[in-house]
């Protein structure tokens, strides 16, 4: 069955503090991989990846895929309590309109 | 360019009553994919539809069940209401056709409350 699983599930940093968050997949079609940032309410996306070892950037926040390993990361720097939310990972199963998603990483950032 | 839009944004329902919930994806997308969110399960896939047609459908009970209009506007339906059913249902939208790669853009969910 296919799967997608994020750790850490929670996260407490301070203002400053650079945080890793992690994806795994096992996904048997895969297209590609989407994070997304959840507030209170709709998902926002951030990056959607589809090749390995492509890093992209958006300010403090940079993604990157492994293909080969089957995970991805997301790195924030320089945390601001504004970053505080939960992460989201999804993946396109390619099987029409299909986002697997993982259980999200609950980030607190304090001030 | 307005985002998805969802109606309603709130709802109470009792028990065995049916409710119905709407989605307008971003002008141009055709393609509209809803999610179940709750505390233990996380974001569940339920169905997609493009160009008025399901082409995809989750791992969810019969009482679930949805359609898509010309303009890409989409409803969902729940009958016969349980309490499990109390949940966010977000919808999203895409351009895409089946074999492109594009990224889905949340609405702001409907939170229904089944007492």
């Known amino acids: 069955e296919d799967k997608v699983v994020q750790s850490p599930l929670s996260l407490v940093v301070h203002e400053g503090d650079t945080v890793t968050l992690n994806c795994s997949y096992e996904?048997?079609?895969?297209?590609?991989l989407l994070w997304y940032k959840q507030e209170k309410k709709a998902p926002t996306f951030l990056f959607m990846l589809?090749?390995?070892?492509i890093e992209k950037k958006s300010g403090r926040l940079s993604s990157i895929l492994d293909k080969k390993e089957l995970f991805s990361i997301l790195n924030i720097t320089a945390t601001q309590t504004g970053d505080s939310a939960v992460y989201l990972c999804a993946v396109d199963d390619n099987q029409g309109g299909k986002l697997i998603f993982g259980q999200g990483t609950e980030l607190s950032v304090k001030p | 360019k307005a985002g998805v839009t969802q109606t309603p944004r709130y709802l109470i329902k009792t028990r065995g009553q049916q409710v119905t919930l709407s989605c307008s994806p971003i002008?141009?997308?055709?393609?509209v994919s809803w999610y179940q969110q709750t505390p233990g399960q996380g974001l569940q896939f339920l169905f997609e539809y493009f160009s008025e047609t399901q082409r995809n459908k989750g791992n969810f009970p019969g009482r679930f069940s949805g359609r898509q209009f010309s303009n890409s506007r989409s409803e969902m339906n729940v009958s016969t209401l349980e309490l499990g059913d109390s949940a966010l249902y977000l919808c999203?939208?895409?351009?895409?056709?089946?074999?492109?790669?594009?990224?889905?853009?949340f609405g702001p969910g409907t939170r229904l409350l089944v007492l």
């Open positions: 589809t090749s390995s070892g």
């Open positions: 002008s141009g997308h055709r393609s």
């Open positions: 996904v048997t079609n895969f297209r590609s």
């Open positions: 999203a939208s895409s351009k895409k056709g089946q074999w492109s790669q594009e990224t889905q853009y």
